[in-house]
Structures are given as structure tokens and as C-alpha cells.
């Protein structure tokens, strides 16, 4: 992945340039507490895939770096909102802006960021993207209501949970693709094709990280272990289990899950359980099908730097440290 970022990072600091140029509100506080989570060390995976997709497609103007930096503004936004509805204190090893400001700052400025998206995206003059941006974003609140109305419920089943993922965290990773593709100029296959390989792998991102929420070095990870089943989230991993242990264990976790807390004893149990069932190993491997069919998404396009870039990315989404 190293390799991809070293030869796109003249792009993505182009990305930057924009980022930081579009910060101009004339209220110091919206500028002061966007800075905070847009520089607190973001892998900017959706708009490295947004410049992906349009060289894939031939692209070979420089507007893409705004419209790149316009799709970070509304995964931001997305994560300030997250934070507030999660309770959350830590984001990337840092205290969260509703930490630090408060959920009323932190909201508005979400709602800032937005608008400001919005704005600057009616520019460009193009009713496909607007169409695809302005669908991801109903899916994405569309996903975060859906998870809030399963939160402490174990009785979800996975294709529901897909549904949650696929909305919340894939609607706007595709989203991206596809409008690579657009100003691209790619045909409607392409356009198709990218926003299904979007799908799949932003997918992948989410069963991978809500695994990791088990697996991983919470340090590394920037949040603290266990923090889905602390609030009421019944993931992947999770789930899995719930169909295979012991009636006594299972009663135990739909318990921490309704009143939403967890020892550190118990997180221990459940998650040497978890190993004891293979559910760990399940979800990663069902994280890795979806990057299965993310490459396969790839192969109507010719060979070239793009499409292998974008095969590198995929499997990153399964493979980050731990």
C-alpha cells in the first residue's frame, strides 16, 4: 500500500491543498474544530479511490482534486456525527471533537461541513454526481438509523447486518468510484462496474474493522478494544458467536448488550471465546470474499497502473496492521 501512496502523493496533496483552501468559514471555532479531526491522520482512502477510478477511466485534468477533497468533507462530517451518536471519546488516538467542544459544536460543524460539500459540488454542473452523491447520503443516514435501531438487539441476522454496512460505510467509498468514473468519462459499465467494486470493498473495510474491534492493538487501532459490544453493537464477529457458544455465554452477552456494559474480564471471556469458535476467523474470511469480488469487479478494464493501484487498495482493506 506504501508504493500506492508514493505514487499518487503529488495527487493527494493536491487533495490537501483543497482540504485546507476550503476551510474559510468566517466563524473560527467551524474552521478550528474541522482542522481538528481533518488533520488527525486520515488515510483519505475515498478520495485516492475517487482519483483511482477517473485515471482508470482516462482522466487527465486536475478538478478531480477538489471534488476528492468534497467527498472528505462528508466522511468527516459522517464522523463527527458517528462520535456523537456513539458517545465516543477517542478517534485516530486522539479525544474526539465532541470531546474536546461538545456534541452541539460538534454536530453544527458536521452540518458544516455538509453544506459546505454541497455547495462546492453544484459547481461542477453535473446531475450524475449530484444524483450519486446525493444517494449516498441517504443511504448513510439511512444505515446509521437502521444501526441505532438494532443497537442492544442480538437477534439481528447477517444479511441485515450487511445491509447496515453496505449503507453506512460502502454508500459513500462507491459513491467516490463511481464519480471517478463520471468525470472520467467512463461508459455506463464502467461507471456500474466501479461503483459495485466501491461497494464491495468499502464492505470489506467495515467487517475488517469491526473484527479488528477484537483482534487488533487497541493503541495501533487509536479506540479502545470492545467498544462496538459497549454500545449495544452485535457485529460480524459477534454474531457468529452468538450461534455457536453456550446458552449461559450467550445469555451473558445479550446482557452486557442491553445495559451496555462490559468488564474487561468479560471482554476477555468473549473474546477468547471468539477464538475458540473460529468467529474471528469467519468474519475476516468473509471480509476477504467481498475483496474477492471487488477484483473481480476489475476485470472489464485493460491492465495498467490504476487498475493494479486499485487491486492494492482492496486488499489493504483486510490486511492493515494490527
Known amino acids: 500500500m506504501a508504493d500506492v501512496w508514493d505514487a499518487y502523493r503529488d495527487e493527494l496533496e493536491g487533495v490537501e491543498d483543497q482540504v485546507r483552501k476550503n476551510l474559510d468559514s468566517s466563524v473560527t471555532l467551524v474552521n478550528t474544530v474541522a482542522a481538528h479531526i481533518l488533520n488527525s491522520g486520515g488515510k483519505r482512502i475515498r478520495p485516492l479511490l475517487l482519483i483511482l477510478c477517473a485515471r482508470l477511466c482516462g482522466y487527465r485534468a486536475t478538478e478531480h482534486h477538489v471534488l476528492a477533497s468534497l467527498v472528505e468533507y462528508i466522511h468527516t462530517a459522517t464522523l463527527l456525527h458517528d462520535d456523537v451518536v456513539d458517545d465516543a471519546d477517542i478517534r485516530r488516538g486522539r479525544q474526539t471533537a465532541r470531546k474536546v467542544w461538545g456534541n452541539q459544536i460538534s454536530i453544527l460543524v458536521g452540518d458544516y461541513l455538509y453544506s459546505k460539500a454541497i455547495c462546492h459540488i453544484v459547481r461542477f454542473r453535473s446531475q450524475a454526481i449530484n444524483e450519486v452523491l446525493s444517494e449516498a447520503c441517504r443511504k448513510m443516514a439511512e444505515g446509521e438509523v437502521l444501526q441505532l435501531y438494532y443497537n442492544g438487539n442480538p437477534q439481528i441476522i447477517e444479511s441485515e447486518y450487511v445491509r447496515i454496512v453496505e449503507n453506512k460505510t460502502a454508500g459513500l467509498i462507491a459513491a467516490a468510484c463511481r464519480m471517478g468514473a463520471i468525470i472520467g468519462g467512463g461508459t455506463p459499465e464502467q461507471q456500474a462496474a466501479l461503483f459495485q467494486f466501491g461497494e464491495h470493498i468499502g464492505i470489506a473495510f467495515q467487517v475488517a474493522d469491526d473484527t479488528l474491534d477484537y483482534a487488533a492493538n487497541g493503541e495501533h487501532l487509536g479506540k479502545s478494544l470492545g467498544q462496538d459490544l459497549r454500545q449495544g453493537k452485535a457485529t460480524l464477529p459477534l454474531l457468529h458467536l ?67 493501484a486499485l487491486a492494492v487498495v482492496a486488499d489493504y482493506m483486510v490486511n492493515r496492521d494490527r
Open 242 to 308: 452468538l450461534q455457536h457458544c453456550s446458552e449461559q455465554d450467550r445469555q451473558m452477552i445479550k446482557d452486557r448488550m442491553e445495559t451496555r456494559s462490559l468488564t474487561d474480564a468479560e471482554l476477555l471471556r468473549i473474546v477468547t471465546l471468539m477464538q475458540d469458535f473460529g468467529s474471528i476467523a469467519y468474519a475476516m474470511d468473509r471480509a476477504r470474499q467481498f475483496v474477492a469480488a471487488a477484483t473481480k469487479d476489475l476485470s472489464i478494464f485493460e491492465d495498467s497502473s490504476p487498475r493494479r
